[in-house]
DNA sequence: CGGAATCCAGGTTGATACTG
DNA sequence: CAGTATCAACCTGGATTCCG
């Protein structure tokens, strides 16, 4: 018996984050980027229109928002409803893989808001330590 | 029965991420930033060393390393350990904190990793349907 | 080895203004 | 409303050099 080959691919290629070429690192980034993260959490919420989302995420201008939404759009995180109406509606929800996602984001995100007191007493010890070095 | 007034703050101030001024949304950038979650991840195989982490963190400058680890350090999810000796030894490890964040950081990795073939087909719907607009 | 400091190019950001 | 275009300002990140 040979080494069993077939005509199509027997292996699904491993994707690996920690690989600077792997395109798993930059779907991490969209992700967690600065406003990624805080998109998909806003939209865990539920749907969203874009000026609303605006709102959700404090402090995101409306040219980074588009460009947020359109690389999570296009790596299928979130899904872009638009209505050929006048004035137009467009509206901005998770795909189930964003779901997940967000998921995962909020058990972190809440995971540090929870923890966030002890966050900044660690800052304070690091401060005094070293900021007065 | 009054409404319970002791001398000691009552309740701990909410921390939210999406309001700008929240602290928590710097720590949540230092974790999920674009070397935080990598370096933080790469840690989560065991304490290391400055050069060992550079390795494992595939395309980190010395400088971004270094940067990223003092904000950890400073927020206490990363604990740092500097021997006296000649030549100096560093070594890096996750504090409890750390480990829990890592918990989650590792669950999201691990659910891109496993999504990006899924990832990569919604990409090409998206470059074929609006690429050639 | 483990960093800190400096320099500098280029990418990112966010007003502002404009379009459909 | 939902974006896109433009542009100056800022910041990031890499390379290099030097110190303990």
Redesign the pocket.
């Known amino acids: 018996m040979e080494t069993p080959v077939s005509t199509e691919a027997v292996e699904p290629p491993p994707f690996d984050v920690f690989a600077r070429a792997c395109p798993s690192r930059e779907t991490l980034e969209h992700v967690t ?3 990624g993260s805080l998109t998909v959490g806003a939209l865990r919420e539920g749907p969203c ?6 709102r959700r995420v404090d ?9 947020t ?2 690389a999570l759009e296009r790596d299928g995180i979130v899904h ?1 409803e ?1 209505q050929p109406t ?7 929800e998770l795909t189930p893989l964003g779901r997940e996602v967000a998921g995962r984001l909020a058990s972190l995100i809440h995971l540090l808001e929870g923890s966030m007191e002890q966050v900044l007493t660690a800052r304070q010890a690091y401060d005094t330590t070293r900021g007065s070095r």
Chains 1, 2 share one sequence.
């Open positions: 980027g600065r406003w229109r874009f000026n609303e989302l605006r402090g995101v201008s409306e040219k980074m928002l588009s460009q939404l359109q872009r638009a006048n004035p137009p509606r467009v509206d901005y």
